[in-house]
């Protein structure tokens, strides 16, 4: 955890619990406890990209790069539907 985002939570603390309290201070003591020991979980999606990677970076961007593709294909769809309705009279949409 960096240092501002401790700061942030610990401004937090002060104003909900008050500051120098024994609350907020075991509150803090947790919190960092919590980040420092945290174990990150990496789970395997698709099998086609290999796992010995030492970084992610590559196959998220693939996969961000999947997904801005069918999210592209997804809203052509749409918009053809959309102009099939609008040419029926059936649309009900906001027109422009």
Do not use: W
């Amino acid at each position: 955890m960096s240092r501002a985002d401790y700061e942030a939570i610990a401004k937090i603390i002060e104003e909900v619990v008050g500051k120098d309290t024994l609350q907020g201070v075991k509150l803090l003591e947790g919190i960092k406890f919590y980040f420092e020991n945290k174990v990150e979980k990496i789970q395997i999606v698709n099998e086609r990209f290999p796992h010995n990677k030492p970084s992610y970076t590559r196959t998220v961007s693939l996969f961000s790069q999947e997904a801005d593709k069918a999210m592209g294909k997804y809203t052509a769809k749409l918009k053809k539907e959309a102009d099939k309705l609008k040419a029926s009279g059936k649309y009900c949409g906001i027109k422009g």
